[in-house]
């Protein structure tokens, strides 16, 4: 167990709906990275969250936002929703931008379905 | 040219097999590399970190190439426990995002 908890673990969703995903850091760990796994693709970074500020973006549109709370925690919405947004969305924390060991912290990620 | 290439796999090896995984990445100012198993319908974890020494952990032995942009990944005597994905990770950047490649399943044969 890493301590990072994801919610809900699985949706279904239609095509131009919303979908907010969230996601509880590991105690301590104040940095949470969002990534997008498609079926048979290495996860794509989408953002990363320090101290409630984004540090950085991948190649996702702005249609793909995200948010830190004071406590850590961290959600990851997506509007407008489209087919080829169906993934596994995983969340990484850790102390700092890459912990004490450049160890990420997965959960277990929330597999979104789009139809 | 993607960021992180792997072997496409799938390898299908007998227990007890010795299994080689190869990567090569393309960001010559990568500065850290790493390789994570993921397992059927899981999260990725962190198997080992990677070091221009090389670098061995039991049954595993990882070994970094910065001249040539390659990574490698040796696992001898090989388990059925051992059936996964791997994922060659390359990081570096002031945010330090984590850049995986395809990865490459592996399949134990008892």
């Known amino acids: 167990e890493t301590g990072v908890t994801q919610s809900p673990t699985h949706l279904i969703k239609t095509r131009g709906q919303q979908v907010t995903l969230r996601c509880s850091s590991q105690?301590?760990?104040?940095?949470v990275s969002w990534y997008q796994q498609a079926l048979g693709q290495g996860p794509q970074f989408i953002f990363q969250?320090?101290?409630?500020?984004?540090?950085g973006r991948g190649n996702f549109p702005p249609r793909f936002s995200g948010l830190q709370f004071p406590n850590y925690s961290s959600e990851l919405n997506v509007n407008a929703l489209e087919l080829d947004d169906s993934a596994l969305y995983l969340c990484?924390?850790?102390?700092?931008?890459?912990?004490?060991?450049?160890?990420?912290?997965f959960g277990e990620g929330s597999r979104l379905t789009v139809l | 040219r993607k960021e992180v290439e792997q072997d496409p796999g799938p390898f299908n090896v007998p227990e007890g097999a010795t299994v080689a995984f190869n990567c090569t990445y393309s960001?010559?100012?990568?500065?850290?590399f790493f390789w994570y198993r993921q397992d059927c319908r899981k999260e990725p974890k962190l198997l080992m970190s990677?070091?221009?020494s090389g670098n061995e952990d039991g049954r595993f032995t990882a070994q970094l190439n910065r001249a040539s942009q390659y990574i490698s990944l040796l696992i001898r005597d090989s388990k059925l426990s051992d059936s996964a994905t791997y994922l060659c990770v390359v990081s570096g950047g002031s945010n330090y995002k984590l850049t995986f490649g395809k990865g490459t399943l592996l399949t134990m044969n008892p």
């Open positions: 969250y320090y101290r409630e500020e984004e540090n």
């Open positions: 105690s301590g760990h104040n940095t």
């Open positions: 990484a924390s850790s102390l700092g931008f890459r912990g004490t060991t450049g160890e990420l912290f």
């Open positions: 990677v070091y221009s």
């Open positions: 960001n010559s100012a990568s500065q850290s």
